[in-house]
């Protein structure tokens, strides 16, 4: 019988940016695989200073919380910008455009919601002064 919890550090998950070209900007671990979920999702991101997130992102299902673990930044809800800093928790309806922009420390935030294979559209580009 399988074990009624899975336990995997968040550090040891493969960082997906790295491996898509994103390095410079940031690093993302989805931990779907190593926690064995089936219906939820959990990721840590890590914006690097003064940078942005390689590309915008929506979902046309999911609903996602985000909470800021240190550092600081910014955060762009459509056509809305929001200030982030440590323990702040951020829901994010389905539907909403949304892009990260670490401030002069860094962004470290994780990000929480249903597992919905497919249910995700990248946007290149999106954010743009």
């Known amino acids: 019988m399988a074990a009624p919890y899975t336990l995997t550090k968040l550090t040891e998950v493969e960082d997906s940016a790295q491996k898509f070209g994103h390095g410079e900007h940031q690093e993302a671990r989805f931990a779907t695989k190593e926690l064995k979920t089936e219906r939820t999702g959990v990721s840590y991101h890590r914006v690097k200073p003064n940078m942005r997130q390689a590309f915008g992102h929506r979902h046309e299902q999911a609903?996602?919380?985000y909470v800021v673990l240190s550092g600081s930044g910014r955060v762009k809800l459509d056509d809305e910008i929001v200030e982030l800093e440590p323990?702040?928790?951020?829901?994010?309806?389905?539907?909403?455009?949304?892009q990260f922009e670490g401030g002069p420390h860094g962004l470290e935030f994780l990000a929480f919601g249903?597992?919905?294979?497919?249910?995700?559209?990248?946007?290149?580009?999106?954010?743009?002064?």
């Open 63 to 65: 609903e996602e919380v």
């Open 87 to 98: 323990l702040d928790a951020l829901r994010v309806s389905p539907g909403v455009t949304r």
């Open 114 to 129: 249903p597992h919905v294979p497919g249910d995700g559209e990248i946007l290149p580009d999106w954010w743009k002064d």
